[in-house]
């Protein structure tokens, strides 16, 4: 052999129960481990079409849209965001982006990776995008795409007036992409009533489902924008319209497209439908704000300061803090996994160092674990201020 065996996969692996209290993942539910330890299918076989049609209802509904157009894409959210401008720009078309995070920044990034024009509405780190000077540039631009984040898991902001973002981009005939990854299920959602054109949500945060599979929705008005496309979309894996053949969208027979992994489904199916049993969006909306409050409570009590000053802009699915002065955020992250086996994210991007983030999501989004992780971060930053 030139390479020989490797020593180091010659004893199975070993995971470590933890309190998965991070930017995301979440933690999952016993029954969604169950779900995934299921036999695989194979990805034309008639259950796993049953299983697709399941989520893309139980989608359709998270997402309140009528969209036929919803599907999952073999990648994480990321691959998302690159679903939705891959399919709807074409070369030199102008996207403007609202961008006062670290997922404005990356939306911009794809974006130009596809040679878009690029307009950036460059905002300070948390701020709201403002709807004011988004028309501004819409009169300036005339743009193409206009792209937000809806919960900016990097600073905690939640980004008000998405409806009035997609009145103005009906307004100027402009599509509208928005990312809501950490919101979908903590706060309301509403793509249809929203004008979204394209929306696509996160599985490994609110839902405690497996991450790398990414449910998408493109409207009519998005549909059309791509039929009318002068060149094909620059991507195989990411073609909304084949992929949409795949999820049985359109009106031909379905198609192979991919090999869909059946055991990233099973968990995702049974995710929603544990979400739909403990009483659906409106139920998990009212938890994820009561225990935020509760967690935001807690921390302030202690002299902690959140990101977002103003709670009305705070997202209730992740929560960054401020990191005191003089104390090192890794400290704190080692501090709660080591001792306690809790995971706490820190910064990302310009973020990081700045704060640290804790996500009460899903089965984690109760006051006990919101009280938990608060008194491991107070008595961390006691212990660290003392030393
Ligand atoms: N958008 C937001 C707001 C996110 O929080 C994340 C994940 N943290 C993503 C996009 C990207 O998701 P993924 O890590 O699954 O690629």
Redesign the pocket.
Known sequence: MDVPIPEILQTPMEVDEMIMTG??PSNYHPRIRHAMSLPVLGHLHPKTFKIMDDIKIGVNYLLQTNNSYTFCIS???????ECAFVNLVEDNDIVVIGSSG??GI?AEDIAKRLNADVKVINKELGEQIELEETRIFFEQYHPKVFFL??????TGMLQQNLEQFGNLCQEFNCLFVV?C??TVGCTPVYVDKWNIDVA?M????VLNAP??I?PITFSARALDKIAKRKTPVKSYNLDAVNLGEYWNSGNRPRIYHHTVCSTLLYGLREAIAIFIENGGLEASWKNHENVAKHFYTLLEKNGLELFITDPKNRVPS?TAIKVPENIDANEIIKHSMNEYNVEISGG?GPMLGVVLRVGLMGINCNEKVAECVAKILIEAIKKMKEE
């Open positions: 930017a995301g990648g994480p959210g990321h691959a998302a965001i670290y997922w990356r984040t809806h919960g900016e898991s990097s990312d990854v950490i696509f996160g599985t490994q945060k991450p790398g990414s992740v990302i």
